[in-house]
Structures are given as C-alpha cells and as structure tokens.
C-alpha cells in the first residue's frame, strides 16, 4: 500500500486531470491515514480484541482499493488511499498476536519478520506495481489491492486465533486522545511533507506548524489526566521506550533515503554521465534486493538479538546501514555497487527493525502491547516522512541540466547516502542509550491464559519489567 502509485507519479496529473501539486496527495495521504490508524487501531486492539481490529482494519483497505478502482476522480482517489493508508495499523496489531500465542523458541524471527514487513513490501511492491502499471490500466492496481485485502482477511479469520489478553480494567475507549493525537500528528506531517512546496517560511506552513504543536501539548496534559489514555505517558517516558522511539526516528529517516535515490539513480539518462538509464520496472527490480535481504535475515537477526540482546541487535543495525552508506558514496558507478548498497542497508534495517518491537514489549504491559507498538511504528513513519522531505529538498536543489531539464546530480545522490549515514550514526548513539540486556528480554504471555488483566495487574507488570 506505501508504494502501490508510485510507478504512477509521474502519469498522475494527465491520468486524474490535475496539477501535480495536488496529485502528490495521492501518495501523501496514504501517509497521513497510516499515521493516524496505528496508534489507535492498536489501543482499540488491546481493548477489544487483536484479530476484530485485524479484520475491520483490513475490511477498509478492501473498500478503500474498490473504491480507488472505480473511479478517475482525484478528490476520490485521494479518499481511497487514505483508507488503504490504515492498513498500516496491521503490522503493530500482529506484533501484538505474536507475543500473546508465539512459543518463545519462535517469537524472535516472528517478531523481526513482522517488524520488517514494513520495508519488505515496499520494496518489493515497487516492481510489482511497475509491471502492473506498464502493462494494465492503472485501476487494475487498485484492483489487485482490493483481491489481496480480501484474500487478507480471509486467512486472518480463518488462521489467526484471537489473544486472550486485553485490558478490560480502563474503562472507555479515549477518544478525545485519539482526536488529538490524529490531529497534532497530521499537523506536523502536512508541514514536513508539504513544507517544500508550501514554502518553510510562508502563512500556511507556520500556521499549520503551530497548531501540530500546540494541539500535541493540549494532548500531553490531557493523556497525563485521563484515567484510560490513548497512550500511557508514564510508560512511554521510561528510558528504554523513549530511547527506542526515538531510535526509531533516526532508523526510518535513514532508512527512506535509499527507497528515494536508487529509482531516481537509475533512471537517470546515461547521457548525464551517472545515469543508467533504465525504466521503472528495472529499477524496480534493482530495489527489489533490499526487501529481499530483509526478509530472508531474519532468522538471523533473530540469533542476534537473542545471544547477543535487542539493543545490541539495534546498535548493530544502525551501525551497518551507516557503513553501507557511506559504502554508497564511492560505490555509485555500476549497477551491482547499486544493488551491493541497498542490499547491505536492508540488512542493516532487518537488524534494527527486529530489535524494535522486542524492547517495547520488555518494557510495557502485556496489555498494551499493541498500542506500545502502534506508536513505535508511528515513530518509524515520522522519520521516513522527515527523510522524504529533506532528500526531497536536496535532490530538488542540487541538480544539473540535461538536455534543457534540471535533474538531480551526482553530488545530490552522494548527499543523500551521506545525510543517511548521519542519521544511522544518530541513531548509534541513541540506542546506546537504551538499557542493557538484563531490561531486554521480551515478557511472553502463555498460549493457554484465557482471562483478561485488571487494572492491578497491569501495574505489577508494568513494575517487573521497568528497567
């Protein structure tokens, strides 16, 4: 869903009748609807049941990618992909699953798969989506969406069991946290995502920056207060969660800068002396690897985090995608230095990635799993949207002219892997940071619980497992 249109991009205004700032919000509000549903989406499955959320979540992708099939309208289109956006929720929700059912010999690739997915399918999305376009109606895309969000659900109602644990003892759902959260968090990714077309100085930017955080600090003291809240402060603030949140910023803004550079590398004309020329669906399948690696090192990381602890599994993670990009910088000369690059960067996020989820779950209640999780995947998106901005503005500015059009330059390209490298060693440094492994070991409920935690409860576990 992140990168179903993105073969379409550049088609998007002649298809939908539009300019091409508003057809952006074609991709900007898959964004924007991912970041709302996942926190929320994961509190309500704490609440009321991991697989009902699954299975509603799911539902709406299906009616969202039907609805993007019908139609030519971008006002309409845009609402679709809003809705296909809150399929993002998925991921935090089956983390949850996993460590409520999962055996603990299996927990661990489970959880990094899992974790990973989150690059894994827009990595491999990326071609899939190319050879589709190419070759089909562009609705034929969403159509395919609609058909695997069916084929979704069908497999989680039939395979998927429903968690036993749920967190019966908070009372109602927060839906005023929910509303201020939902709007402090658009707030501020409109300004990072719309901030360079905008202008960062201008009326709408700075107005549209204030309210982000004032409504954020609003929500601040309103969650501090409430006696059921959206998220729990409290948690969040311990070291090892806060840490590892913001972690997880620098890991998703280090992460987007490959997924931005090597289509654009690729395509480039080879007449600018860097370029390779190639289509969509070959640089498509040039990024491909990166999703690859990814998937298949889980196992790995898994052995990883478990010899070795989470945290050294993150710090180890971010280690290697700032050693791959700074690789990036002298091996950008031939196709296999492009895919050796973003291959050892997804290696490099399967490491973090699987580590992630690992050190919330060891630090929140088992009742809160999802929600915990649905904020983290929140801070991963944060930064990938901040990435999106700032190697949109570089690669925007540092061009050169080709045949009478500015695209962007080889130093622009060079720029952006070591912009990357920065973040990752960012992110080195927060994650050291994080408490050792004695605070890390992952808390796993037994298949066989069948009642829901009180209040209580929640608290004694929340005390045995703070660092």
Same mark, same amino acid.
């Given at each position: 869903?992140?990168?179903?249109?993105?073969?379409?991009?550049?088609?998007?205004?002649?298809?939908?009748?539009?300019?091409?700032?508003?057809?952006?919000?074609?991709?900007?509000?898959?964004?924007?609807?991912?970041?709302?549903?996942?926190?929320? /989406?994961?509190?309500?499955?704490?609440?009321?049941?991991?697989?009902?959320?699954?299975?509603?979540?799911?539902?709406?992708?299906?009616?969202?990618?039907?609805?993007?099939?019908?139609?030519? #309208?971008?006002?309409?289109?845009?609402?679709?992909?809003?809705?296909?956006?809150?399929?993002?929720?998925?991921?935090?929700?089956?983390?949850?699953?996993?460590?409520?059912?999962? *055996?603990?010999?299996?927990?661990?690739?489970?959880?990094?798969?899992?974790?990973?997915?989150?690059?894994?399918? !827009?990595?491999? !999305?990326?071609?899939?989506?190319?050879?589709?376009?190419?070759?089909?109606?562009?609705?034929?895309?969403?159509?395919?969406? @609609?058909?695997?969000?069916?084929?979704?659900?069908?497999?989680?109602?039939?395979?998927? *069991?429903?968690?036993?644990?749920?967190?019966?003892?908070?009372?109602?759902?927060?839906?005023?946290?929910?509303?201020?959260?939902?709007? !402090?968090?658009?707030?501020?990714?409109?300004?990072?995502?719309?901030?360079?077309?905008?202008?960062?100085?201008?009326?709408?930017?700075?107005?549209?920056?204030?309210?982000?955080?004032?409504?954020?600090?609003?929500?601040?003291?309103?969650?501090?207060?409430?006696?059921?809240?959206?998220?729990?402060?409290?948690?969040?603030?311990?070291?090892?969660?806060?840490?590892?949140?913001?972690?997880?910023?620098?890991?998703?803004?280090?992460?987007?800068?490959?997924?931005?550079?090597?289509?654009? /590398?690729? %395509?480039?004309?080879?007449?600018?002396?860097? !370029?390779?020329?190639?289509?969509?669906?070959?640089?498509?399948?040039?990024?491909?690897?990166?999703?690859?690696?990814?998937?298949?090192?889980?196992?790995?990381?898994?052995?990883?985090?478990?010899?070795?602890?989470?945290?050294?599994?993150?710090?180890?993670?971010?280690?290697?995608?700032?050693? #791959?990009?700074?690789?990036?910088?002298?091996?950008?000369?031939?196709?296999? %230095?492009?895919?050796?690059?973003?291959?050892?960067?997804?290696?490099?996020? @399967?490491?973090?990635?699987?580590?992630?989820?690992?050190?919330?779950?060891?630090?929140?209640?088992?009742?809160?799993?999802?929600?915990?999780?649905?904020?983290?995947?929140?801070?991963?998106?944060?930064?990938?949207?901040?990435?999106?901005?700032?190697?949109?503005?570089?690669?925007?500015?540092?061009?050169?002219?080709?045949?009478?059009?500015?695209?962007?330059?080889?130093?622009?390209?060079?720029?952006?892997?070591?912009?990357?490298?920065?973040?990752?060693?960012?992110?080195?440094?927060?994650?050291?940071?994080?408490?050792?492994?004695?605070? #890390?070991?992952?808390?796993?409920?037994?298949?066989?619980?069948?009642?829901?935690?009180?209040?209580?409860?929640?608290?004694?576990?929340?005390?045995?497992?703070?660092?």
């Amino acid at each position: 869903m992140q990168t179903l249109v993105v073969p379409l991009v550049a088609d998007l205004p002649e298809l939908l009748d539009a300019s091409a700032s508003n057809t952006a919000w074609v991709v900007t509000a898959a964004l924007l609807g991912a970041a709302v549903s996942t926190p929320i /989406l994961g509190r309500l499955g704490d609440m009321y049941g991991k697989k009902r959320m699954m299975l509603i979540s799911l539902g709406i992708l299906t009616i969202g990618s039907v609805l993007g099939a019908l139609t030519s #309208s971008l006002l309409v289109v845009i609402a679709a992909r809003t809705l296909q956006g809150l399929s993002l929720g998925l991921v935090p929700l089956g983390i949850s699953v996993m460590r409520d059912e999962l *055996p603990p010999e299996k927990l661990g690739s489970a959880l990094g798969l899992m974790s990973s997915s989150l690059g894994i399918g !827009g990595a491999l !999305g990326v071609p899939l989506a190319a050879v589709i376009a190419q070759q089909f109606n562009w609705h034929v895309l969403f159509w395919g969406a @609609a058909g695997l969000g069916l084929l979704t659900l069908a497999l989680v109602w039939r395979v998927i *069991p429903e968690s036993p644990v749920r967190d019966t003892g908070h009372g109602r759902f927060d839906f005023v946290g929910a509303a201020g959260l939902s709007i !402090g968090v658009l707030a501020l990714l409109l300004v990072i995502s719309k901030g360079s077309d905008w202008g960062w100085l201008t009326g709408r930017t700075l107005g549209v920056a204030a309210v982000g955080v004032v409504v954020l600090a609003a929500w601040g003291a309103w969650e501090l207060r409430s006696p059921s809240p959206l998220v729990d402060l409290r948690i969040s603030a311990r070291r090892q969660v806060l840490m590892t949140n913001l972690t997880s910023v620098a890991i998703g803004f280090a992460m987007y800068g490959v997924s931005l550079v090597i289509p654009q /590398l690729m %395509q480039a004309p080879t007449g600018t002396g860097y !370029g390779f020329g190639q289509s969509m669906v070959v640089a498509g399948l040039c990024f491909a690897p990166f999703g690859v690696v990814m998937m298949l090192a889980s196992p790995f990381t898994a052995r990883v985090s478990s010899a070795f602890g989470p945290k050294t599994s993150l710090m180890l993670g971010a280690l290697t995608i700032g050693v #791959s990009y700074g690789l990036g910088v002298v091996l950008i000369h031939h196709i296999w %230095q492009i895919i050796l690059v973003s291959s050892l960067v997804g290696l490099g996020i @399967a490491l973090a990635y699987s580590a992630m989820p690992a050190l919330i779950m060891s630090a929140v209640p088992p009742t809160e799993t999802a929600a915990a999780n649905g904020l983290n995947t929140l801070m991963r998106s944060i930064g990938t949207s901040s990435s999106a901005a700032v190697v949109g503005v570089v690669l925007a500015h540092m061009t050169t002219t080709y045949q009478g059009s500015a695209v962007p330059s080889l130093a622009g390209f060079k720029t952006t892997f070591i912009i990357g490298a920065a973040a990752a060693a960012v992110a080195l440094v927060l994650a050291a940071f994080i408490p050792g492994r004695r605070a #890390s070991a992952p808390v796993v409920i037994p298949p066989q619980r069948d009642t829901a935690l009180t209040s209580a409860e929640n608290t004694a576990q929340a005390d045995a497992v703070s660092p």
